[in-house]
Structures are given as C-alpha cells and as structure tokens.
C-alpha cells in the first residue's frame, strides 16, 4: 500500500484526509459561498494535490513523483472538496430563495410548488 501511496497510511490520514481535507472543505464552502462555479473546485483540488504531495516529499521523505499517490491523494482532496461544495450550495440556494426552493436532503433543494 506505502508504493501505491507513495507514504505511509498514516500520513496519507493525517496529512491528506485530515489537514489537507479540511482545508479542501474550507476551499468548496468558499467557492460555493461566493457563488462560483463548480470546475474551479477541480482546478483548486488539483493546486491543493501538489501542494499535499510536496508537504509528503518535505515532511516525511514520500516519494514525489509518484503518479499514484499523486491521483490518489488528489482525488481525496476533490472528493472531501466537493461534498463541501454541494452541502454549501445546496444551503446557500434555500437561505437565499425561500419562495423559490425548499431542502431536499443534505446535498439538494427542490423548487416550492406554487399551491396550483
């Protein structure tokens, strides 16, 4: 598992998931929070991806330019990336269209019927 990661299991939770996750959470709430679209999500996973392999490389002696490791990590990031992105959206569309739309579950909204 260390050669397809490229580190440790334990890097991988503690540094990807846990610190290079939540900052990914905080990137997608922020580009759903000012209304942005959803493809900078994926341009942002992608910068915070090389950033989490350097800080592997750097910090604890991982590999760099694993390819692996490098798709693994990256698709962690825009996953947990884009659970925030839907989650604040979703939030975002019924506080700021009430009359509009009602909550569908944590990831969606549904429009209102007019009572017709």
């Known amino acids: 598992m260390e050669s397809l990661l490229g580190t440790s299991i334990l890097v991988f939770l503690g540094l990807t998931v846990v610190i290079t996750g939540g900052a990914a959470a905080m990137m997608g709430q922020a580009v759903a929070v000012t209304w ?8 942002y996973s992608i910068l ?7 800080l592997v490389f750097a910090l604890f002696e991982g590999t760099l330019l694993s390819l692996s490791g490098f798709v693994i990590h990256t698709v962690t990031v825009m996953a947990l990336a884009s659970l925030a992105f ?10 700021q269209y009430p009359w509009l739309y009602k909550r569908s579950g944590l990831f969606g909204w549904e429009a209102i019927d007019g009572g017709d």
Request: net charge positive.
């Open 36 to 43: 942005r679209p959803f493809w900078q999500v994926i341009i």
């Open 86 to 95: 839907r989650i604040s959206r979703a939030r975002n569309m019924v506080n």
């Open 48 to 54: 915070l991806g090389l950033a989490d392999r350097f």
